[in-house]
């Protein structure tokens, strides 16, 4: 079974540019959720989708956004991008939140660096 | 409320000793504790998760301590060994989410 797919491992961009990073959860996953780490403030929730519906938002501004398409995978954007957005941008993908006991799996990210 | 506390931030334990991260939380509606290791350039792992409703999980050399009144949850990792070297986090959240409140991770590093 292949696990989650994050696309591209590896991005740099400059202030003000917009960013599009891309993940497909594992085959029949129906949840996302996107995190960013970074050193100084760890692992950080952006985002969390299930059957295209935001189900819950991580305290980040407007800039980033995010969806989800019928076939689970998910897109986040951040547009006008700052210096302090390079991190390490996690996917992570889930069964479904309705059942108890299932685990999140990450992939293993995509390291934005904004120049 | 929203935190999660995680200590020590940095851990060194010799090859076959017992590695132990403990981790402490306020918000008394988490109900899920996941724990997870990273290696250097990849995506956390899960390791081990536990429930409120027992006090101990074991998997291998992975064990999960749990005090629901103390609210607090610790891994012991069991005759360490050096590639176990990688930095761990402990993570919480409510049953129907997958928001995930996660400890600032604590670096682990078992010598030869």
């Known amino acids: 079974k292949a696990g989650v797919t994050q696309t591209p491992r590896y991005l740099i961009k400059t202030r003000g540019q917009q960013v599009t990073l891309s993940c497909s959860p594992i085959?029949?996953?129906?949840?996302v959720s996107w995190y960013q780490q970074t050193p100084g403030q760890g692992l950080q929730f952006l985002f969390e989708y299930f059957s295209e519906t935001q189900r819950n938002k991580g305290n980040f501004p407007g800039r980033f956004s995010g969806r989800q398409f019928s076939n689970s995978r998910s897109e986040m954007n951040v547009s006008t991008l700052e210096l302090g957005d390079s991190a390490l941008y996690l996917c992570?993908?889930?069964?479904?939140?309705?059942?108890?006991?299932?685990?999140?799996?990450f992939g293993q990210g995509t390291r934005l660096t904004v120049v | 409320q929203q935190q999660v506390k995680q200590s020590p931030q940095s851990l060194i334990v010799q090859k076959g000793g017992i590695s132990i991260i403990n981790c402490a939380y306020e918000n008394t509606a988490f109900d899920y504790f996941p724990w997870y290791q990273q290696f250097p350039g990849k995506g956390p792992a899960l390791l081990i998760a536990?429930?409120?409703?027992?006090s101990e999980k074991k998997e291998g050399r992975f064990t999960i301590s749990f005090n629901k009144s103390a609210k607090q949850f610790s891994l012991h990792i069991m005759d360490s060994q050096p590639g176990d070297s990688a930095t761990y986090f402990c993570a919480a959240s409510t049953s129907g989410t997958y928001k995930y409140i996660f400890g600032t991770g604590t670096r682990l590093k078992v010598l030869a």
């Open positions: 536990i429930r409120p409703d027992v």
């Open positions: 085959s029949g996953h129906r949840s």
């Open positions: 992570a993908s889930s069964l479904d939140p309705g059942y108890v006991g299932t685990e999140a799996f």
